[in-house]
């Protein structure tokens, strides 16, 4: 079953899972159900977002149509794979956007039949029928010539999404990035070998304006006048070096 989200400015759906009926309830994505969501959605504007391999070819088409008719702007987003029935129900909305590492798949439609050769030729045929129906969806949608569509169907085939978009199959790709590292201290830097590129090293004190260093002396001279100064000498002192209380910062020096 389908899942929706409505929200006040735009509703999103989502198609998971089969076209049609499925063994499994929650996997089932069916054309009524789809169709009476839309009527009751209408005219708001519509994103549906859709990972699916397809399924009842005549379920598809009844989805296709909801979406035809339906009077918001609808934009299919394409999660993981637009596959089969998917495909021309994906097709149908008013703009298509892909992520660069999902699947667009056409092939040709397929079927099951007992009987005797008459009714395998007329099984055939049918078949063709449908054949023909979805070429002309997808390449009315698409722009793509009928006679390219129809051999990208017999071989059954996959596009990513930058082929898809090329195909005019969607209208935009959705880049991933790359993951950059939090910038770090210079000083921090210095302790490691095998720093990444992606890795930012800044200098702290660089990016210090000349004022606030100022600003800082004049600070630290001001809690010196007021707190006045206590050198707290120990055997934590490095070498000559001793440690200078001023307010509540403690400053190493030199004796």
């Known amino acids: 079953m389908f899942d929706l989200r409505n ?11 089969t ?16 169709a009476k969501t839309l009527d009751a959605l209408s005219p708001k504007d519509l994103d549906i977002r859709i990972d699916s391999p397809g399924g009842d070819v005549y379920e598809g088409f009844a989805i296709a149509s909801a979406i035809k008719r339906y009077e918001g702007h609808t934009h299919a987003y394409v999660d993981g794979m637009a596959a089969s029935a998917a495909s021309y129900i994906a097709l149908m909305c008013d703009r298509v956007t892909m992520n660069d590492y999902s699947m667009f798949m ?10 005797n050769r008459n009714e395998m030729r007329d099984m055939a045929d049918r078949l063709e029928t449908i054949d023909g129906a979805i ?9 793509m010539e009928l006679d390219t569509v129809k051999a990208a169907m017999d071989a059954e ?13 969607c209208d935009e790709v959705i880049e991933t990035e790359q993951r950059i590292a939090a910038c770090i201290d210079r000083s921090i830097a210095d302790r490691y070998r095998n720093i990444p590129e992606s890795v930012m090293i800044i200098d702290a004190q660089a990016e210090q304006p000349a004022e606030a260093m100022e600003e800082a002396q004049d600070e630290q001279q001001a809690e010196g006048a007021s707190h006045g100064e206590t050198s707290i000498c120990g055997n934590e002192a490095k070498g000559a070096e001793g440690a200078t209380l001023l307010g509540n910062r403690v400053y190493l020096r030199k004796e």
Request: aromatic share 12%; glycine share 10%; proline share 0%.
């Open 106 to 115: 056409i092939h040709n439609a397929w079927g099951l039949c007992i009987g």
């Open 157 to 169: 085939t996959w596009y990513r999404a930058d082929d898809a978009l090329a195909e005019g199959i």
């Open 7 to 17: 929200e006040a400015e735009r509703a999103v759906l989502y198609i998971y899972g």
């Open 19 to 34: 076209i049609g009926d499925d063994w499994n309830e929650e996997e089932a994505n069916r054309a009524k159900d789809f």
């Open 135 to 143: 070429a002309d969806v997808i390449s009315k949608r698409s722009g």
